[in-house]
């Protein structure tokens, strides 16, 4: 089952609380081509869920690490690796083995490490400062 949502950038809480609402899985992986608005709601989420720190796209370091009452959110930027290898490297499996938040962006890169139970949440552009983001519950 899919859930879709149209929003501005300027009530981006709007897709926030839509994610928070409809997924059933802390491992959200972010699909979406570039300059689509992945990094800025992810930004957003991880506020929202409560941490104070400085979000930023982990592009260069593959993985940040936000701090979140007593747990840890973890996000992923799959961008510049070349193979699965250098995921397995920095020790995605054990991370995302965790009981904690997930957020992935460019996943396609290590397809045979995506877990089962997790959300893809789908961007789209729309005309502006729009965009749509689909949910797909993986049920």
Do not use: Q
Request: aromatic share 12%; with cysteine; proline share 2%.
């Amino acid at each position: 089952m899919n859930k879709a949502l149209n929003y501005n950038l300027k009530d981006i809480s709007l897709a926030v609380d839509f994610i928070i609402k409809n997924t059933t899985s802390k491992t959200l992986l972010f699909n979406g081509v570039m300059g689509s608005g992945k990094t800025t709601l992810i930004k957003a989420l991880v506020n929202r869920l409560g941490s104070t720190d400085n979000v930023s796209s982990p592009t260069f370091s593959i993985v940040n690490e936000y701090k979140l009452n007593g747990s840890t959110i973890f996000h992923f930027d799959f961008y510049r690796i070349e193979n699965e290898f250098e995921a397995l490297d920095i020790g995605v499996e054990d991370y995302m083995s965790k009981n904690n938040w997930c957020f992935l962006e460019w996943a396609e890169k290590i397809p045979n490490l995506i877990p089962n139970n997790i959300n893809y949440i789908n961007f789209k552009l729309s005309d502006g400062n729009y965009r749509t983001i689909e949910i797909d519950l993986n049920e």
